[in-house]
């Protein structure tokens, strides 16, 4: 046998041992909205670094596997896409190697996704676009001074980084960034559900494609205490030709606290796994032989938002108001989970849009922060409108043109027609549906 000999060497840590980095733009949080302002930002030139606490990007697109894309399309039969930018790869490269699909949902047209598909996409996208990008790193402090936001020290299990930059977007779901700097926010008073996710293999799919959903929810809704269900509605969709089902039919608390989220862990896999024996014993010839393939990680709607300029409410989502800062439209219904046993919806009407006005993304006790995705200021019900992937991609990409704008200024003094022109697409652009 060959003698192989791989040296070593001793290490000791170092107190100073934090790596420091320093940007134009600093992108916390890597879902929808992170992901589309970090590739906006680096389209426009600009030394981007992308913050993630997960070890993956993606954000809850790929790590919850909420397995679908909502709030791309417009209601009613003239159905048209009110989002672009990143948007118009991501649905050529994924539907074009059938790993997304076209489904009808509510009026409108939502596209089903596979989600290590969709994983790697953004890794390849991320990277070839040269963005610098710290994964498994938890932001656990923030520096400000003279209304700016002046660092941020982030800690992984491999050290500390910390990190400057002339502008921020905190698209970390949870106003992090916001929190930590000591600005003011805002948290719903009663909790707004989560939901575990559970994927699902060795089901017969021809069996599974013949039950109608809403006859299952309501078979459900008359079962679930005897199985010790605790939401009472939901739905379970399947892949064609993948072999995989998704079911969205639990409710999970979602506490602000370590402990707290560790006990929705452990919540929402039990939820899962009484929700698999209902489906398996009344549902047989579907799924009397389904697996649990995986349990993605919990999947948060609402939890912490910033306490910005302006909040958008529920009566703006439903009038469809047009603000004269508009950066992004959106038609997708009221959907707020603020019931254990179900959600509320409120559908709206055919050709309704309403839209995301920039001051809901902007502090007014900061100049080079702004906020993007379900962390924007808006009541419990308008946000639950806006907070979908749509709307949030079209956030992200006006959150880095904002920044852009404001340079080492105010993103409160920008000039709003040159942030409308940039972002022309998402505000007015009008592609039609092409079809399942």
Aim: hydrophobic fraction near 45%; glycine fraction near 10%; charged fraction near 20%.
């Amino acid at each position: 046998m060959a003698n192989i000999d791989i040296p070593t060497k001793n290490v000791t840590r170092s107190s100073s041992s934090a790596q420091r980095l320093s940007a134009d733009i600093c992108v916390v949080g890597s879902g929808a909205a992170g992901i589309s302002a970090a590739l906006e930002a680096a389209g426009l030139g600009k030394n981007v670094i992308l913050v993630d606490a997960a070890p993956v990007l993606g954000g809850q697109a790929v790590n919850a596997v909420i397995g679908t894309f909502c709030g791309l399309y417009s209601n009613g039969p003239n159905i048209h896409r009110v989002t672009y930018g990143l948007v118009d790869a991501l649905l050529e490269d994924l539907i074009g190697a059938g790993n997304a699909r076209y489904m009808a949902a509510r009026n409108s047209v939502i596209v089903q996704y596979n989600e290590i598909a969709l994983s790697r996409w953004v890794d390849k996208t991320i990277s070839g676009a040269g963005i610098r990008v710290l994964t498994g790193a938890v932001v656990r402090e923030v520096t400000t001074a003279d209304r700016r936001i002046k660092t941020l020290e982030a800690t992984s299990r491999f050290g500390d980084v910390v990190i400057e930059a002339e502008g921020f977007v905190d698209a970390s779901g949870d106003a992090a960034v916001a929190w930590l700097a000591g600005l003011p926010v805002k948290e719903p008073v009663d909790p707004i559900y989560g939901t575990q996710v559970v994927l699902i293999e060795g089901f017969d799919e021809g069996a599974a494609a013949s039950i109608d959903r809403w006859r299952m929810q309501d078979h459900l809704a008359r079962k679930a205490d005897e199985y010790g269900l605790i939401r009472k509605d939901g739905f379970v969709f399947t892949f064609p030709g993948h072999g995989i089902a998704l079911a969205n039919m639990t409710h999970i608390p979602t506490p602000l606290d370590p402990i707290g989220y560790s006990d929705t862990v452990f919540e929402g896999r039990d939820q899962a796994d009484r929700l698999m024996a209902f489906l398996k014993t009344e549902y047989a010839d579907a799924y009397g032989s389904a697996r649990v393939r995986a349990y993605p990680a919990p999947g948060i709607r609402q939890t912490r938002w910033i306490a910005g300029r302006y909040s958008l409410s529920a009566q703006d989502v439903r009038s469809g108001t047009v603000f004269d800062d508009a950066v992004a439209r959106c038609s997708w219904p009221i959907e707020l989970h603020n019931a254990a046993e179900g959600a509320h919806w409120e559908e709206l009407g055919d050709n309704h849009i309403h839209t995301v006005p920039l001051r809901s993304m902007l502090h007014p006790d900061t100049d080079n922060l702004v906020a993007a995705g379900r962390c924007i200021d808006a009541d419990t019900l308008g946000l639950s409108s806006v907070r979908v992937m749509g709307p949030c991609i079209a956030m992200g990409a006006a959150a880095a043109h904002a920044l852009s704008l404001a340079g080492s200024g105010s993103v409160h003094q920008i000039d709003l027609n040159a942030l409308k022109s940039a972002i022309s697409d998402n505000l007015e652009r009008v592609d039609a549906f092409p079809g399942f």
